[in-house]
């Protein structure tokens, strides 16, 4: 008796009419366009000219890594072939080089009626030949999607000294390395300011680990946290430049928030587990974060006053440094599969996780660029470790630095 | 087996027992006829969450919307002489190919006696109405262009099928002025779909379109989108 009415229990349970909901997207993002870039013609090699600039490989290398382009790079102008190969258009140059200076000019044309969609003309110093051409590339982006490029944005990491780490600012594509701190103390966790004018990190250098804020073109240091307790991994507002960073004044870690030039600080979590790797929103209302008050480290988002506090992520059983993508639809996160760290992202819903790495080795700290379109982060699948890029979907994961020691990157705005 | 046995016999002594297998076997029955009696019920397809019907404010009905509306448009374009030139050059471009484009734009007199006959082929097969742009300017050089709009707007372009109802096609043609910096003004529906959701998601997808700056001399641009919700 008991076993038909438990059979019958279970046919009821079993019977319930679930309603099936299927929602799908079928856009696929933007189609790639098809570019050709033709070797910029040298021109009047003049005495003490090197001819060592070549900025149309600067932009080859700006357009592949941009994830917009198919790239086709041509050593001679050749319309015949753009034809065949169905190429909408092409840039050309000319380059002159004489006494440290470049004069080079850019031309972006329709391949078909061959007219000139824009041009630019350059007139600079040998070492700032790199960034004409990042210039140029923003503007080929431009005028082709009606969206800024982010070929003259930054990467802030740390590097390994010496002694101890330095923070250092680089080029996006891993050019140009600028130290920031050159001391022999471990400098962590650097983040931008919302102007990209200064960079905050934690240092060591007054022997307890406080977070400072160094302006880039200046050099001026300014330490922000006046306690002797462990602060780190800052990340500022995007909006109204306040300041969120995990510290151990209390004991554990937790979160707290201050404004730009380290006054008013206040606290927003007040759990006995560990907070961490603050991030906010790009509107500055909300903040996400790592916890591990469920027994493993997760993934949650709060509102930017502490209130509001929900959950995330509930597959894996380590997700840490959380980033939030610049649309706002996205987090990026790195997450433990096979004991090894992998870089996902999922929608803000909490739905749609996505696993954009596979490749052995750590895979650590997304970041997204300006435009949401790529992702930066650092992997140690060659042995050390180095900075990657790659499309925010996984694709064409590109080796942006060598020499490994380089981590927590960080991308900058525009 | 003596277990079962067992049970029945002491069920058989005990009157109490006995009426509460009764009831157990009572409610049994009825538990299971309705659960059997839901099963055997035809399910209900997810679809009706999407119909649309009943929020479709118009009370016209829908037959002005399918295609046959196309072919009254279609003989009027043979009237002005610039709109039949640039007509068959959109139609190249939305499919891509760029080498007929050219032809076609070495010998425009000849498109002007072909055009008659293309539309006579679209008549006789209506259901292939597609997505098309006109653009107002008959000369505008930049071919890339016309393929980046139609990106940027067919990027946003994904109603869902329930909006056809019984329909086979729906068509809304939007028109718009589009500024020197990409930035589009003056939208509006010049040819409405009937159906007021259909209408509503072409223009936001045409407002949220990143279109990229207008290359050339051009300082502004008037177009026509057409844009289509067909079965699949």
Known sequence: MLLLLLIAISVIQVSSPAEELFLESTSSGIPKMDIAVVDFVRKNLGPGSTGAAKPHEVIVNDLKLSGRFNVFPMNTLDTVTMHKKNIAVFIEGTIDQSKGNTIFECFLHDAYSLNLITGKRFNVKDNAVRKAAHLFSDEVVYQLFGEKGIATTKIVCTMRGPKGKDVCVLDYDGYNPVYITRNNYINLTPAWSPDNQAVYYTSYRDKTPALYKTFIYTGQTVRLTPNAMLNFSPTSNPIDSRIAFASTVHGNSEIYIMEGDGTDIARLTFQGSIESSPCFSPNGYEITFTSDRTGSPQIYIMDSEGTNVRRLTFEGKYNASPSWSPKGDKIAYQSMVEGVFNICTIDIEGGAVQQLTTKSGNNEHPSFSADGRLIMFSSTRAGASDLYIMNADGSNQTRITTGGGYEFPEWSGR | ?232
């Open chain 2, 1 to 232: 087996m003596s277990m079962p046995a067992a049970l029945l016999e002491s069920v058989k002594r005990d009157p109490f027992k006995k009426a509460v297998t009764v009831s157990l076997v009572l409610h049994l029955f009825v538990i299971i006829s309705f659960t059997l009696h839901d099963m055997m019920k035809p399910r209900q397809v997810v679809k009706k969450a999407y119909l649309f019907d009943m929020v479709n404010t118009r009370p016209q009905p829908r037959r002005f919307a399918a295609p046959p509306v196309a072919k009254p448009r279609e003989v009027k374009k043979q009237e002005p002489a610039k709109k039949t030139v640039e007509k068959p050059k959109e139609k190249a471009i939305s499919t891509k190919k760029a080498k007929k484009e050219e032809k076609q734009k070495e010998e425009p007199k000849e498109q002007l006696q072909d055009e008659p006959k293309e539309t006579v082929q679209e008549k006789d097969a209506p259901q292939t109405l597609q997505n098309e742009m006109t653009i107002s300017q008959p000369d505008f050089p930049f071919k890339y262009y016309y393929q980046q709009i139609i990106n940027a707007v067919e990027r946003n372009w994904n109603p869902p099928q329930e909006l056809l109802g019984s329909e086979m096609q729906l068509a809304v043609e939007v028109k718009f002025r589009l500024l020197k910096n990409g930035q589009v003004t003056d939208l509006e529906i010049s040819e409405s779909s009937w159906n007021t959701i259909l209408d509503k998601l072409a223009l936001r997808a045409i407002e949220k379109a990143r279109i990229p700056p207008i290359p050339g001399d051009e300082s502004e641009l008037t177009i026509t989108y057409r844009l289509v919700l067909s079965r699949n």
